[in-house]
């Protein structure tokens, strides 16, 4: 192991550790909201909007984030519209992971009991209402596994945003792999990379688990 080399390549390990913080964090936020407005919808069985929402889940779900990203990318500018490569990664994230998100927030909301959707209905809540005070605050306890394993799934997702030239972690190990062909201190430093993302991330989360785990029993 080349340590001197390490400690010449690390400026360059540093700027795309940021990058890759910077896309995911904005991709999982706007995918966040993307899910939990579908989740409503499809809750609620809200007419035409439902429908739409299926097939945009269908879409996502069932085509990989590489090809979705070399269409944004590629495809858009044959008819005129052209994107930077961060807006493309950042759409792609969201069109994906928000595709996720909803199944996990929807799927925290059936879990909470008919009885006290009823109850909140027999006191006059509207549907705004009732997902207000009623319904999210128990979803959101019964979403956090699932909400934190899709965090981690699109923080992973980073990696195949070299396919359309961004400079994160993966696609700077593979140009200076390329140049100095130092194979093992490239790649210890994108796992180093990716656990300095990874690790605290996944401690917050087993820590917020642990904090809604009672948020049905008002605690």
Request: hydrophobic share 50%; aromatic share 16%; proline share 3%.
């Amino acid at each position: 192991m080349d340590w001197q080399y390490i400690v010449e390549v690390l400026p360059f390990y540093k700027t795309a550790l940021w990058l890759t913080i910077k896309l995911a964090a904005i991709g999982i936020v706007f995918a966040t909201i993307t899910g939990f407005i579908c989740s409503v919808i499809q809750y609620f069985k809200v007419k035409v909007l439902n429908q739409i929402v299926q097939v945009y889940l269908e879409i996502a779900r069932n085509t990989p984030l590489l090809i979705q990203l070399f269409f944004l990318y590629f495809g858009l500018p044959k008819v005129g519209l052209t994107l930077s490569g961060e807006m493309c990664a950042i759409i792609g994230l969201t069109f994906l992971g928000g595709s996720y998100m909803a199944e996990a927030f929807r799927a925290g909301m059936e879990a909470v009991t008919k009885s006290q959707v009823e109850s909140g209905k027999a006191l006059g809540l509207s549907d705004f209402q009732l997902v207000r005070y009623v319904i999210f605050p128990q979803a959101f306890s019964y979403s956090v596994p699932a909400f934190g394993a899709n965090c981690i799934f699109l923080i992973k997702e980073t990696s195949v945003f070299s396919g359309i030239a961004i400079l994160e972690l993966t696609n700077t190990t593979k140009n200076l792999m390329g140049i100095y062909y130092k194979t093992n201190e490239a790649l210890f430093m994108l796992v180093i990379g990716y656990l300095i993302i990874l690790l605290p991330f996944t401690l917050f989360l087993m820590w917020l688990e642990r904090r809604v785990r009672y948020a049905e029993f008002g605690h």
